[in-house]
């Protein structure tokens, strides 16, 4: 059952969360709340703090200050709680590329502690949904980067969770791909309800997938609100996402391939934070 406040519309909650690194403020006082059902996207350059705030909210690293929870669950004095009712794709690969798309389903399947009598129906239900049944056993290396996204994404939702944290999730895609998985992602929140959370330095996915957008910059949350409402706060109605960004950063941000070059890609983003 979820905690008390997921009675409220908010799923995620956080106040002053914070995460340092020695002296190094990663994610510095955030305060903000995330509204059930809806698209939110955490935007920002590498380095912005988007990854620390998604393992800090995903119960991979504890928060130096502040608290935060979600679905109504501490994520930090009721961490196993959170973990059950959410869905993490990270920017590192998680797909295995010497097992074939089954194969790693089945794996996730095991390991979220799904009924065995289960585990058959739930994985061929995740390939079809996400479009994979063709390639249900084949090789993920030889999988293209926007399969193995769309693959990860069905890892995640096998225990059919509330909240689906997705960090990157069309990093090193072409844009075909990125179109593809973004289409999956918009049928998992219309056909499930799922909310989903994203991190993202891609501006236009942004502004046409997001209901509302959270402009990050070195650990602070610089702006927030929908995309109409940050082009007016600029004083620009037509502006687009990429000058509201500018605008409250100064910085302009630098925006698949095979199962190599994916991983390739996701490591090097990974290591830039």
Not at 141 to 163: C, T, V
Not at 164 to 184: N, S
Request: include cysteine; aromatic fraction near 6%; proline fraction near 4%.
């Amino acid at each position: 059952m979820p905690g008390d406040d997921a009675m409220h519309n908010s799923i995620v909650q956080t106040q002053g969360l914070t995460r340092c690194f020695g002296p190094l403020r990663a994610v510095d006082a955030i305060t903000l709340t995330v509204e059930a059902g809806e698209v939110f996207g955490l935007v920002g350059p590498n380095g912005a703090g988007k990854t620390t705030m998604i393992k800090m909210l995903t119960t991979l690293l504890p928060p130096t200050a502040g608290k935060a929870s979600v679905a109504g669950f501490d994520i930090v004095r009721q961490a196993a709680n959170v973990r059950r009712c959410i869905g993490y794709v990270p920017q590192v690969l998680s797909a295995d590329g010497t097992l074939t798309g089954y194969e790693n389903l089945l794996i996730f399947a095991k390991l979220y502690d799904i009924p065995r009598s289960e585990r058959e129906q739930r994985v061929r239900d995740a390939l079809a949904f996400m479009g994979l049944s063709d390639a249900a056993d084949k090789l993920v290396r030889n999988y293209s980067g926007g399969m193995i996204r769309r693959l990860e994404i069905a890892q995640s939702m096998l225990h059919h969770p509330m909240i689906l944290f997705l960090d990157e999730p069309t990093i090193g895609l072409d844009p075909l791909a990125r179109k593809v998985v973004w289409e999956h992602i918009e049928r998992l929140r219309a056909d499930y309800g799922v909310t989903i959370f994203l991190t993202t330095h891609y501006m236009d996915e942004a502004d046409s997938l997001c209901n509302r957008v959270a402009i990050m910059h070195l650990g602070k949350v610089v702006a927030l609100g929908t995309p109409a409402e940050l082009k007016v706060s600029i004083g620009n109605p037509d502006a687009t996402l990429d000058e509201v960004f500018t605008h409250y950063t100064g910085d302009i941000l630098e925006s698949g391939g095979s199962y190599r070059e994916t991983s390739r890609t996701r490591r090097t983003v990974y290591k830039l934070g």
